[in-house]
């Protein structure tokens, strides 16, 4: 995203109040977009890392990965950042031709087909519990390998399972514990990794160091 000078005084404030953390340069970068398009100081307690998450999705963003998101939202949110990097090709599961089911809503059947279609893709998604569930179903039974997922959807009961399945699988995956989370949580995460990696693949980078 372009920054502006209200952008870096707001950014400012946010590092004052984060204060000490133990991120490392790359995960707060993650943090502090998140906190600044929600003004929820909370996801400082909330955005979880596995372990090589950044690293995986930014070489899977400099690889041209297609990547699957869940809801027409997220697709705009983040078409102007990668358009303007790494052009990667963006599928909505909205959009895909499914034929309809009755135990499985239109956002979860779309994600299975486009997860057949892409096994190794990277998968955002930012609303739908549905939607993630299935696709942790996929990994689980290891139809799919997915490059990186991002889980971001708010709930109770199933949202917080699947988030937490996600965690046991070995895929990488940056997700929001607990009951929190939203489309726009899981656009400012992506719109983050973009930036990371343009900076470490791009035709601008000079490398970057992803540690802590």
């Known amino acids: 995203m372009e920054w ?23 995960e707060y970068e993650i ?8 003004a929820d100081f909370e996801y400082k307690y909330l955005v979880q890392f596995s372990d090589q998450a950044l690293q995986a999705g930014a070489a899977a963003l400099a690889a041209r990965s297609t990547i699957i998101v869940d ?6 949110a983040i078409a102007p950042s990668i358009q303007a990097t790494f052009a990667n090709p963006v599928y909505c599961s909205m959009d895909a031709l499914t034929r309809p089911q009755r135990e499985k809503s239109r956002t979860a059947w779309g994600i299975a087909t486009l997860a057949q279609r892409y096994p190794e893709g ?3 998604v930012g609303q739908s519990q549905t939607a993630l569930t299935t696709l942790v179903e996929l990994i689980e039974i290891e139809e ?17 399972a699947a988030k937490e399945r996600l965690q ?3 895929i ?5 514990e607990g009951r929190k ?14 930036d990371l990696a343009w900076q470490a693949y791009g035709q601008e980078g000079n490398g970057h160091s992803w540690g802590h």
């Open 4 to 26: 502006h000078v209200t952008d870096a005084q707001s950014l400012a404030i946010i590092d004052r109040e984060i204060g000490d953390h133990a991120f490392s340069p790359s």
């Open 31 to 38: 943090v502090r977009r998140v906190i600044y398009a929600t």
């Open 71 to 76: 809801v027409p939202m997220l697709q705009v």
């Open 122 to 124: 990277i998968f955002v």
């Open 144 to 160: 799919i390998k997915p490059a990186l997922v991002i889980a971001t959807p708010s709930g109770f009961l199933e949202a917080d």
């Open 168 to 170: 046991d699988s070995q």
């Open 172 to 176: 990488p995956h940056i997700r929001i």
């Open 181 to 194: 989370g939203s489309a726009v949580v899981a656009a400012a995460i992506l719109d983050g990794l973009v």
